[in-house]
């Protein structure tokens, strides 16, 4: 039984080597959407000069006010901007831009999610308010931005508001929206 077992595994391990080295591809790789030698790999970051000026929305001063402090100290700028503001409790203020996002996409998946939303009117923009039914005193605030994608406002503090959760995303929503700040 042990020399079938053997002769078996050999002739397997024979035809695996066989089979994937006569296994070839004509042609170049390219990622999709893309010709032949166009894909150099270089980055011109002279392009992204004002990379994550998004974060540079709206003045520290302004964020920290809209959520009940003084001023907003920066945690973290990357895809989402990120602050943290002292009131009597730490609140975390978050920003995203999608510039190529959808609001409806953005409202189905916060629904997705498990969170509850509404529609409000933020300025003349329509948006919506995103809560986690688990985290009360979570809210966010989604709106389509003017030039193109959409804007999302998070607020969260360590504990529960004073009045609407909701309402410190909106101000910050309207002061972006209108310029009023």
């Not at 390219?30 to 970051?45: K, L, M, N």
Request: glycine share 12%; with cysteine.
């Amino acid at each position: 039984m042990t020399r079938r077992w053997s002769a078996a595994a050999a002739v397997t391990a024979a035809v695996a080597v066989l089979g994937l080295g006569a296994c070839t591809v004509d042609g170049t790789p390219v990622r999709q959407g893309r010709s032949v030698g166009t894909d150099t790999g270089a980055v011109d970051t002279d392009k992204f000069e004002r990379l994550l000026a998004e974060c540079e929305v709206l003045p520290a001063s302004k964020i920290g006010e809209a959520v009940g402090g003084r001023t907003a100290a920066p945690g973290f700028f990357g895809a989402n901007c990120r602050w943290i503001v002292q009131t009597p409790a730490t609140v975390d203020v978050m920003f995203n831009w999608f510039e190529w996002g959808s609001y409806n996409h953005e409202k189905d998946t916060a629904k997705r999610l498990g969170f509850t939303t509404e529609n409000v009117q933020v300025g003349s923009q329509a948006g919506f308010t995103a809560r986690d039914p688990k985290r009360p005193a979570v809210c966010g605030v989604t709106a389509k931005a003017p030039g193109g994608g959409v804007y999302t406002w998070w607020v969260e503090p360590s504990e529960a508001p004073n009045g609407d959760a909701c309402a410190a995303p909106i101000k910050l929503m309207e002061m972006i929206l209108t310029g009023a700040f």
